[in-house]
């Protein structure tokens, strides 16, 4: 589907809710022996999880770690959620309702958005539907109209689409003409002001604006008739602002003063220093952008800043913005009537309606919370909402209601999410070494591979290279959740494993969409919200926006739910986007992952990051170098993930230092980018965090990886130095030794698998099983299951020949 129709669909699935749940993710139930190997049992399940992107995890029965934080002493202050704001199309409407109200309200005239079947009209579809028919002008016939009113889910009677057509024209029509007209308006005012600018330079004789003395004002004995208005308003403030009219007592009764114009605009009201005409509530000067005209000349506050006449002053409207002023009739579109309340110019309006959005996010609540005084805010606002008990609402029921709220524009619920607590500030929900009053059962679960403050630097897990504590990352994060407090469409950092496990509480409703479908999410989502993605292009990387699974379904998105309980696991495999809801109060905890197939997906999002310009958690180089240089560390499958990814590191490095030396670049320095902090490593085109080498100038100080060493300054060469970390002899070594220890591991694994087949030769057997566990000591493989193997193998050859031996001996 492309990108219109995606949009389209969208718009349709928006106007009228329906929510279908999608197909349910696999649930895996492990054997405790599967269970005691975490990586090995993920790595098992791993083809067909890795098929939905997410998974749900029952541990067995049995596994029932104790909660380990002290309930009275963690206190935390939660995020505000406004839940439907979470939403990218309904965000969209709020942002454009906001821009036509702001729109009609500067103008002097608030707007009541009209109720159309019981519901408010939806502005945001009216316009995005009269667009796709052409604009206004062209849906002229009754059958634009209804589909129009199909397209918006409303009944296609003659009273429907008529109120459709008038509602448009009235609201909505003023506002596109204001935005097609903007520029001209602009131009216009823009080129009358630097025009004026510059005559200010020149001489006074050329000026647009005429300076009159009141003496020449009091002896002018023309004819007056010309100058006469027409009506009794002569300058016309709206709101707050004042009416002056002809026969106000504050004007000096002189005869010239009742036939002059000029005159008129110069009188002073009440006593003190005053400029001539003006109140000093009507005007402060220091509010004005254009200064400059009323040191030259008073009157040029009545001069319209669109036609540059001051004819027809009665149909003068002065800006409660800028005190600009402009005819009723030069502006698009022209106004028939003097607004009541306060007006601004296109200018201001201008200004107001296209400020840039911030950038969205969520806001702290300004109370802390114990876990208890959490609890009974998220049991009483559950309670309350439903009016039920909170847990006898049905997961089907909360989740429904969840993505009706989050669809609507009307609906206004706030919810409070504690999210991101770091385990290093507030301990882990898990028991740990450091934990306080362990009992004697505990220390089975401070020792397990599923306590999530062990899995992430478990054997066979390349992120126990890392040596720094990434938190969230290598480090858990812990989450408080309430009824409707959500989380939004993302994938990890780095494209990593996640797992997450629910410790207590209500259930966690999740929606998983796989790697391989990772664009396909991206696409979709930015063909629905297009004008989100324009202010925002790494939205998706920020986790506020969530989106209907039906409406991404719709487009092609395979996505999958599940329902996680108290006690299960769910784990989110490479690039997998994943969002969801928590349908109560509940305690959550989540760490990162890499087992060695991640290395590969690893190297891809460091690609995908540098063509977004956005920052790495970690340098992905320096992990591999990090991995070669340490490979007695490694089992087989980690030793020949690092080797290819080694392999390519180190072509792609000689590739661009050649590069760079054919172009000029003769200075190079070794530097150990490892001591340097990831700030002052940071390539700055493409934000990637050097390791292996980064070409650095000196005399701008700008600092690029190489395949940007000639886009970051205009610099010649000649001032431009390699860093490097390893010259290419040494990468060359680095691999040669993990070549060696992948191809030494790989014929001991060969040989070992031969001596534990059941058809291996009895005839020296004990002698070669023990020569195979020497050369693992020597070797240095790390436990493992073959190793386990060997180890019994030999045990029990050895145990069954001792009586053969002691029997010679007596003989």
């Not at 109200?101 to 159309?116: A, T």
């Not at 028939?336 to 110019?345: K, L």
């Not at 009307?410 to 409070?416: A, C, L, M, N, S």
């Not at 997998?576 to 959550?588: E, L, S, T, V």
């Amino acid at each position: 589907m492309d990108s219109k129709n995606i949009q389209k669909n969208a718009m349709q699935k928006s106007a009228e809710f329906t929510f279908t749940p999608p197909p349910e993710a696999p649930v895996f139930e492990p054997t405790l022996e599967d269970f005691a190997d975490p990586l090995g049992y993920i790595a098992k399940i791993r083809p067909v999880a890795e098929i939905t992107g997410i998974c749900k995890i029952k541990p067995p029965a049995r596994w029932q770690p104790p909660f380990s934080l002290d309930v009275d002493k963690l206190k935390f202050v939660p995020r505000i959620q406004k839940v439907n704001e979470l939403e990218a199309i309904t965000r969209l409407k709020l942002l454009f309702l906001e821009k036509i109200l702001k729109f009609w309200e500067l103008q002097g005239s608030p707007l009541k958005i009209p109720m159309i079947e019981n519901k408010t009209l939806d502005l945001y579809c009216l316009k995005f539907w009269v667009d796709e028919e052409g604009g206004f002008e062209n849906c002229n016939t009754p059958k634009k109209w209804r589909k129009i009113a199909n397209s918006m889910g409303y009944s296609q009677n003659a009273n429907t689409m008529n109120f459709l057509k008038i509602n448009y024209e009235k609201i909505l029509l003023p506002y596109d003409i204001f935005e097609k007209s903007k520029a001209d308006i602009l131009k216009t005012v823009k080129k009358t002001e630097s025009k004026s600018e510059i005559k200010d330079d020149g001489d006074a004789s050329n000026h647009s604006f005429k300076e009159i003395s009141i003496q020449n004002i009091t002896g002018f004995k023309g004819d007056y008739d010309d100058m006469l208005p027409h009506t009794s308003i002569k300058k016309t403030k709206t709101g707050s602002d004042i009416k002056t009219e002809v026969n106000s007592k504050s004007i000096l009764e002189t005869d010239e003063a009742k036939c002059n114009r000029e005159l008129r605009r110069l009188a002073c009201y009440g006593p003190g220093p005053k400029m001539p005409g003006l109140n000093d509530e009507e005007f402060d000067i220091t509010k004005s952008r254009k200064r400059p005209r009323y040191d030259l000349d008073p009157l040029a506050i009545y001069i319209c800043a669109i036609c540059q006449k001051d004819h027809t002053d009665n149909l003068l409207l002065i800006c409660n913005g800028c005190s600009d002023t402009y005819h009723t009739f030069c502006l698009k579109p022209p106004l028939n009537t003097v607004p009541d309340g306060e007006w601004r110019c296109p200018c201001c309006i201008a200004e107001e309606v296209h400020k840039p959005a911030e950038a969205f996010g969520f806001a702290q609540a300004e109370r802390e919370y114990t876990l208890q005084q959490f609890g009974e805010m998220a049991d009483k606002f559950k309670s309350d909402y439903f009016g039920m008990s909170g847990h006898l609402v049905p997961t089907s029921v909360a989740e429904k209601e969840f993505w009706r709220i989050i669809s609507s524009v009307e609906e206004d619920v706030t919810v409070e999410y504690g999210a991101d607590l770091h385990s290093m500030d507030h301990g882990s929900g898990f028991p740990t070494k450091s934990s306080l009053n362990l009992y004697p059962g505990d220390q089975e679960y401070v020792d397990s591979g599923w306590n999530l403050n062990n899995l992430p630097v478990l054997e066979g897990s390349v992120l126990r290279f890392i040596n720094a504590d990434i938190s969230g990352m290598t480090v858990p994060w812990m989450y408080v959740g309430m009824c409707f407090s959500a989380f939004c469409w993302h994938n990890e950092d780095h494209w990593s494993y996640s797992i997450n496990y629910l410790h207590w509480g209500e259930a966690k409703t999740w929606y998983g969409v796989p790697g391989s479908g990772a664009e396909l999410l991206e696409t979709a989502m930015k063909a629905a919200a297009p004008e989100l993605f324009k202010s925002q292009p790494d939205l998706l990387h920020q986790l506020v926006t969530i989106m209907n699974p039906n409406i991404l379904m719709a487009a092609g998105v395979p996505i999958y739910r599940t329902d996680q309980q108290a006690g299960e696991f769910v784990v989110t495999f490479p690039r997998a986007y994943h969002a969801g809801f928590n349908q109560g109060y509940n305690f959550a905890e989540a760490v990162n992952f890499a087992p060695p197939d991640w290395l590969k997906v690893g190297r891809e999002c460091i690609i995908h990051y540098k063509n977004l310009k956005r920052f790495c958690v970690f340098s992905h180089d320096e992990l591999i170098c990090k991995m070669a240089l340490e490979g007695d560390r490694l089992d087989l499958e980690t030793a020949l993930e690092t080797q290819k990814e080694l392999v390519w590191a180190t072509e792609e490095e000689g590739r661009l230092r050649a590069q760079i030396a054919s172009k000029g670049l003769k200075s190079v320095r070794r530097t150990a980018f490892e001591l340097l902090g990831d700030d002052e490593r940071l390539c700055e085109i493409c934000k990637t965090t050097c390791f292996l080498s980064s070409v650095l100038c000196t005399d701008c100080k700008h600092m690029a990886c190489l395949q940007h060493a000639t886009d970051a300054c205009q610099c010649a060469l000649s001032k431009k130095t390699l860093n490097y970390r390893y010259d290419m002899d040494e990468l060359h070594i680095m691999l040669q030794t993990l070549d060696f220890r992948v191809n030494s591991f790989d014929k001991w694994m060969s040989e070992t698998k031969k001596m534990l087949l059941p058809t291996a030769p009895d005839i020296g057997r004990v002698q070669k099983l023990k020569v195979l566990l020497d050369e693992a000591d020597e070797l240095k493989i790390p436990k493992c299951t073959l190793l386990t193997q060997l180890k019994n193998e030999y045990t029990s050859a050895t145990e069954n020949v001792e009586p053969i031996i002691i029997e010679l001996d007596d003989d």
